[in-house]
């Protein structure tokens, strides 16, 4: 049986709830600073409000964040999103890897972000997954497009994340309860993706697009 025919079930819009969901999922996936105590406090409180297959992922990382050292989370995060590019948290590099169309597709979620009155910091990308969630909280529609547009990247995130078994594959599994099943071309690019990796550039890459693969930490950034 192929499981990879079919075609994939779009929900029409975001349910009342994504907005929460999404707005600590965001959280739970910046740098784990100072305040990130507080921030796994917050989505304990949360994920009371949200249904099963979402809230109990987000518990499952925050028992686990809270049984770990702040220094530890802190070095954990760095080795497991700065260091291995199968974990990689900028969601265009899965569909367009280090080339010049990823530039592009980083100017097209800029100008989708501005649209809406949004605007970023100087030291943040778009395409990261916690502004990308950060985003959709404040305009679900759009945010809920955006995801499922990125949907092979994020599932092939999630399970790169399970096999280093890394905590944070705990919040893509609740970022996963929040968008449609995967099914029909989004299994096909999941199984592309897996099995070809990100595209690679044939000529010189853009200057806007080749330096953007994961930048140094910056303070107060999704980091």
Not at 48 to 70: D, G, K, M, Q, S
Not at 85 to 107: F, V
Not at 153 to 178: K, Q
Request: aromatic residues 8%.
């Amino acid at each position: 049986m192929n499981v990879l025919k079919g075609k994939t079930t779009r929900r029409a819009r975001p349910e009342p709830w994504h907005p929460r969901a999404w707005q600590t999922q965001s959280l739970l996936l910046a740098y784990p600073d100072d305040a990130f105590e507080q921030t796994l406090a917050l989505a304990g409180r949360v994920a009371a409000t949200l249904p099963e297959p979402v809230a109990r992922p987000l518990l499952r990382f925050t028992a686990l964040a809270e049984r770990t050292t702040p220094d530890d989370l802190a070095a954990a995060y760095v080795a497991t999103f700065d260091h291995r590019k199968r974990c990689c948290p900028y969601l265009t590099y899965y569909a367009h890897g280090d080339t010049r169309r990823r530039g592009l597709g980083l100017l097209g979620l800029k100008q989708t972000y501005a649209a809406a009155g949004w605007r970023l910091t100087d030291d943040e990308l778009p395409d990261h997954l916690a502004v990308v969630l950060e985003f959709a909280a404040t305009d679900p529609a759009t945010g809920h497009r955006l995801l499922t547009e990125h949907r092979a990247g994020l599932e092939l995130l999630r399970l790169a994340l399970a096999d280093e078994d890394a905590p944070w594959a705990h919040v893509l599994d609740s970022v996963s309860a929040t968008l449609p099943a995967l099914a029909g071309d989004d299994r096909e690019a999941v199984a592309r993706l897996a099995a070809q990796g990100p595209p690679e550039e044939q000529v010189g890459l853009d200057p806007y697009a080749s330096p953007v693969f994961l930048p140094d930490p910056a303070p107060g950034g999704p980091r």
